[in-house]
């Protein structure tokens, strides 16, 4: 048959060595489909060889209709398992067979790799500038991201201030860092723009441009989404696990769903009256079971859970570079079991990836500044950066979930220098290896297990934990016995004595800073919820009619998502109205989806 390709071959040969973090994972991704296919090919073959004509027809088509959606500019895992699928099919199906040539060259022209499938070998242009080309990839995504942050940004002043945007589109510029951003927000406000539409407009800048790592979301972030809305999806979570049959609990049993746990009280807290009765009721069926449950708020997204799939999928990422770099130093040392391993990785890196492409491009819930900012991420990832971690939501459990993620953060690494400074200074001053004898069990391969009873203390204090107190006590009172015990001089327990309280009073002030934390944020949801339920706040600034941005100074206009960004900043079925003048009083009406209420700001 013609065009059909020739396996000559059940395994892979490697050649010269890929360099980059965006070529090795495409050579390991080509590398591993390859193996997988010449594994399948004999079963295969023989298989087609038993087949009738008809069977081994209908099967190549049914194969072919799966390859003939493969995109190219997809992401990296899925682009080589489909060119796995092809070389398998590529002996009985001429337009797999022309996949496998179209993929082998998209692989040359895009990442440097040579491939020849018919002889299994795998190698390297040496004329490709691997490196060069990833950081040029990721310089045009940056220049995408900031150009289409300043098209959003312009598109709100001109929605509500069409007579100063001239003046002021032509001079934004993407803030990096907290004084750029507040010095932006006040060179806005001397314009006589109002203080929302100025945090929203700063807060854009930074947030489709990737630049929020450092931000406090609770002090710059503007109130963009109903509490009450973004809960629902976690609430469906635990209705359908209260729901589930006794004997699927297994050992231990079904918690005791009739206790109504913290998280639950302050979770339908957020809801409005009507809501909180629906999954009042919910749950009381749910916990006697007396009618199957289902979702209240399928069409919502649980932006948590969400985040956590995405870091998921870049530490499926991270485990699968240092695997990639192994290969390429070492390849020695990837056997069979390592493969398979791989192979394992990949099929999870290919679920998970499936479930976040989804979500970007499916409205559940999300604003479509949301979808965009997840498709940029995923899109850095595909590039070979998997170490950003910018915010990708705008919803304020989830903004609180990352200022006190980073909080913890800080408060973990300066608990682990800090224990490391104490007890060298211990060390210093004649204390033997486990000494302190604070009965705490580390884990074995840690290399001083006084160290680390003492980093987890100080962990506990600075994070504000109930037992912060009793961890304190019980660090200054070891070290005072050690001091005792080992008659160490006054200088050095000076010395000692120093270190410690240093440390102490700095865990202490972490400890503060994140109940501050907590406490704002716990008080920022309140706030919020009572002016939504009293009629004086909407969740709208982003959403007004549709607007068709024009060019302006500095601005180019791109494709439908940039000229509809603003207008379908909300939901899609939210009907949205006309409302020039964020000052006005006048509420207006904004017709929604059961259960959820959206319109303009006051």
């Not at 059940?10 to 390859?34: C, D, M, N, T, W």
């Not at 854009?204 to 931000?215: I, K, Q, R, W």
């Not at 202490?508 to 919020?528: F, K, N, P, Y």
């Amino acid at each position: 048959m013609t065009g059909l390709l020739q396996i000559k071959t059940e395994s892979v040969r490697l050649g010269a060595r890929p360099v980059g973090i965006r070529q090795q994972l495409s050579y390991l991704f080509v590398v591993a489909a390859l193996r997988e296919a010449f594994a399948a090919l004999g079963a295969h073959r023989h298989v087609m060889a038993e087949a009738s004509e008809q069977v081994r027809s209908a099967r190549a088509a049914q194969a072919e209709a799966r390859l003939a959606r493969v995109r190219f500019d997809a992401a990296g895992e899925w682009v080589a398992h489909a060119l796995g699928e092809a070389v398998l099919w590529s002996e009985h199906s001429p337009p797999a067979a022309e996949i496998v040539r179209d993929l082998t060259r998209h692989y040359r022209e895009e990442h440097g790799l040579i491939i020849d499938v018919e002889s299994g070998i795998v190698e390297v242009d040496p004329e490709f500038s691997s490196e060069v080309e990833q950081n040029r990839r990721l310089s045009m995504a940056l220049d995408e991201r900031q150009r289409r942050a300043r098209t959003t940004a312009a598109a709100i002043v001109e929605r509500y201030w069409p007579r100063l945007s001239e003046h002021v589109i032509g001079a934004l510029w993407v803030p990096v860092g907290r004084a750029r951003r507040d010095r932006l927000r006040a060179q806005l406000a001397e314009r006589g723009i109002a203080e929302l539409v100025c945090r929203t407009v700063v807060f854009v800048l930074a947030y489709l441009s990737g630049n929020t790592s450092d931000m406090s979301f609770l002090e710059e972030a503007p109130p963009l989404i109903d509490p009450g809305e973004e809960i629902k999806a976690a609430l469906d979570s635990d209705l359908a696990q209260m729901s589930r049959p006794e004997q699927e609990w297994g050992f231990g049993g079904a918690p005791d769903w009739t206790e109504r746990y913290p998280w639950w009280e302050s979770a339908t807290a957020l809801l409005r009256t009507p809501d909180r009765a629906r999954t009042d009721a919910a749950r009381t069926a749910a916990i006697q079971q007396s009618v199957a449950v289902s979702a209240l708020w399928p069409d919502h997204t649980d932006r948590a859970e969400l985040g956590y799939l995405l870091t998921r999928y870049r530490e499926q990422l991270d485990s699968l570079t240092t695997t990639a770099h192994h290969l390429v130093e070492q390849p020695a040392t990837i056997d069979d079991a390592a493969w398979d391993w791989v192979q394992d990785q990949l099929t999870g890196l290919r679920d998970t990836r499936e479930s976040l492409d989804a979500v970007s491009v499916q409205n559940r819930g999300l604003l479509e500044i949301e979808q965009i900012r997840l498709r940029q991420a995923l899109h850095v990832c595909d590039l070979g950066d998997i170490y950003v971690d910018d915010a990708v939501f705008v919803g304020s459990l989830y903004q609180r979930g990352r200022d006190q993620k980073r909080l913890s953060q800080r408060g973990e690494d300066w608990a682990e220098l800090s224990a490391a400074l104490i007890n060298d200074a211990l060390l210093e001053a004649g204390k033997d290896h486990g000494d302190l004898a604070l009965d705490f069990e580390g884990p074995d391969e840690y290399a001083d297990l006084d160290e680390w009873s003492i980093m987890v203390r100080l962990s506990r204090i600075a994070h504000g934990d109930p037992d912060s107190e009793q961890s304190s006590h019980e660090l200054v009172a070891a070290v005072d016995r050690i001091i005792a015990d080992h008659a160490i001089s006054e200088q050095a327990t000076a010395l000692v004595r120093g270190q410690l309280h240093g440390c102490l009073g700095w865990a202490r002030a972490e400890g503060d800073h994140l109940q501050v934390c907590r406490t704002g944020w716990t008080e920022r949801l309140s706030t919020v919820c009572a002016a939504r339920d009293a009629g004086q706040l909407h969740f709208g600034l982003l959403a007004p009619e549709p607007i068709h941005l024009q060019s302006s100074p500095g601005i180019e206009v791109g494709d439908r998502d940039q000229r509809s960004i603003i207008g379908a900043a909300i939901p899609h079925e939210i009907t949205r109205h006309s409302h020039l003048d964020p000052h006005a009083s006048t509420e207006q009406a904004a017709q929604t989806r059961p259960g959820t209420e959206q319109g303009a700001q006051p």
